[in-house]
């Protein structure tokens, strides 16, 4: 079946410090995938996407992401952060073989620590 | 150009009771997709709609319906409603050949069920 995993609920992190919040999936054909921000009480905003080519793919807000085929995962990184990153943040995957839709990890709360 | 925008915002209903939301999708796009987010979880697939009929749906029970209309708006209706069927309701809509541009997000609406 396919899915999405999101190994952490909650990374906490001092600001200024780098974070990795980690996605990996379950495939056996080629994928898109993408990482979305979710503020409080809004909706999803797209952070970056992968959908062929260089698998070091930048994003807004300094964020970049990194797709490892063998490993299937899509690690998202920031070098340092800053307390308005502080919100939810959902790995999705959209398998090319199947219909349109795309599915979420459950996403990870990045927790920013004066 | 305009995003997607979704009403209403919040609403209360009862148990049993029948509702329905709204999603206006963004300008050039002719798929929307429906999603729902419970509390602390990633957002759920639960259908979606391209030239005015459905093109995938998630599982969810039958009491999950929708519609779209000719200028690619869309509805989400839920019949009997229970009350695990609180959460955020959000809509996504897509370019119909931009199977890579990911989705444009509404901010949502909020539905509680008491």
């Known amino acids: 079946a396919q899915s999405v995993t999101q190994l952490d609920s909650q990374v906490p992190v001092f600001e200024e410090a780098p974070v990795e919040l980690r996605c990996n999936y379950s495939?056996?054909?080629?994928?898109?995938l993408f990482w979305y921000v979710q503020y409080p009480n809004q909706g999803l905003q797209l952070l970056l996407k992968?959908?062929?080519?260089?698998?070091l793919v930048k994003g807004i807000n300094g964020f970049e992401a990194e797709f490892n085929k063998s490993q299937t995962s899509f690690h998202l990184r920031k070098p340092s952060v800053h307390i308005s990153d502080t919100a939810e943040y959902f790995c999705?995957?959209?398998?090319?073989?199947?219909?349109?839709?795309?599915?979420f990890g459950k996403g990870t709360r990045l927790h920013i620590l004066p | 150009e305009t995003g997607v925008t979704q009403s209403p915002t919040h609403l209360i209903k009862t148990r049993g009771q029948q509702v329905t939301l709204r999603c206006s999708s963004q300008?050039?796009?002719?798929?929307v997709s429906w999603y729902q987010q419970a509390l602390g979880q990633g957002p759920q697939f639960i259908f979606q709609?391209?030239?005015?009929?459905?093109?995938g749906r998630g599982n969810f029970p039958p009491r999950f319906s929708g519609l779209q209309f000719p200028n690619y708006s869309s509805e989400l209706n839920v019949n009997a409603l229970e009350l695990d069927d609180s959460a955020l309701y959000l809509c996504?809509?897509?370019?119909?050949?931009?199977?890579?541009?990911?989705?444009?997000f509404g901010s949502g609406t909020r539905l509680t069920v008491v």
């Open positions: 709609y391209y030239r005015e009929e459905e093109n």
């Open positions: 992968y959908l062929s080519g260089s698998t």
């Open positions: 999705a995957v959209r398998w090319m073989n199947r219909d349109d839709k795309i599915i």
């Open positions: 996504a809509s897509s370019p119909a050949n931009g199977q890579g541009q990911g989705y444009t």
């Open positions: 495939s056996s054909v080629s994928v898109y």
């Open positions: 300008s050039g796009h002719n798929t």
